[in-house]
Structures are given as structure tokens and as C-alpha cells.
């Protein structure tokens, strides 16, 4: 699933975003096993096909999973976690019997989740920087510049 990101065309607009998610099963229990992390795959190459949403790195611990993902603005962060939790486990859940039993029949995945935007071409330092000096060379005005960014 390596892949690169990619500038995503639209009739008005051109994205790049790019989401790091990590989420953990119930319990912290050891699900991710080989057979898991097959359904796994096989399930976000199915997601890639129905939605524009790509995986660009997927990584499995014994009890969590990362994510690298890239969509689209439509569709909201949360929209994009509970699409690829609610397919994952139902798909394991039906080619992984043991699973649920493991999990007491219960859900697969844990309450929360962590998200973090990933920068293609810059950290928050640099595109800080580089916002606070619009204008220093033009005529633009500066709208904000709360920002506390220490240079160097």
C-alpha cells in the first residue's frame, strides 16, 4: 500500500491533506494478528475503490494501528475514522470469529482514537513563518499575527 501523496484535482479546488490516525482495539487486546491484518488490507483496498480516500502507509502493533491516510475536503476527519473502524470490524468480525469472541462479542475498536494532519512540504514553524512574513516585502496587510514562533 506505500505509496506517495498526491495533488488531488477538483473544478475549484487542489488539496493535498493528509491524516495520521491511530487507534487501539477494545481492551487494548491482541487482535492484530496475520490473519487480521490480511482483512485489514483487504478491506482499505476496498475503501480506496469506493471512496476517495487513499492509504498511504498502514502499520499494526500488537493492540493498535496506525494509519497514513489521504482524502479530500468533503470528507470530514471524523467521517474518514468511522468509515475505516465500522468496515474493519465488521469485515473482521465476519472472517475472524475468534475475534469477537476474544473481544466478548463486543466492538472491535476502543472509545477514542488520536488524529494529527501531516505537512507535505512544511512543519507548523515554517508555514507559520512563512504566513507572518506576507507582506514584509508587499503591500499586504497582516490580518493576524498572534502566533508565537520563536526563529532560531
Known amino acids: 500500500m506505500s505509496q506517495n501523496s498526491k495533488y488531488i484535482h477538483k473544478s475549484h479546488n487542489v488539496t493535498v491533506l493528509l491524516y495520521h490516525i491511530v487507534s487501539s482495539a477494545r481492551y487494548r487486546r491482541v487482535v492484530f494478528t496475520e490473519s487480521v491484518d490480511l482483512v485489514l488490507v483487504k478491506v482499505c483496498e476496498e475503501i ?28 470530514s476527519v471524523t467521517k474518514i475514522v468511522r468509515m475505516i473502524r465500522s468496515l474493519i470490524a465488521r469485515e473482521v468480525f465476519k472472517e475472524c470469529p475468534e475475534v469477537k469472541k476474544q473481544l466478548w462479542g463486543g466492538e472491535f475498536w476502543g472509545k477514542g482514537y488520536f488524529v494529527n494532519t501531516v505537512g507535505q512540504h512544511g512543519t507548523e514553524k515554517l508555514i507559520a513563518k512563512y504566513v507572518k512574513n506576507q ?4 503591500k499586504y496587510k497582516k490580518l493576524k499575527t498572534n502566533y508565537q514562533l520563536k526563529l532560531f
Not at 507582506?135 to 508587499?138: I, L, Q
Open 48 to 75: 480506496e475503490k469506493r471512496y476517495e480516500i487513499s492509504f498511504l502507509e498502514i502499520g499494526t502493533d500488537d493492540d493498535h494501528i496506525h494509519f497514513l491516510v489521504q482524502s479530500v475536503p468533503s470528507y
Open 135 to 138: 507582506g514584509v516585502e508587499k
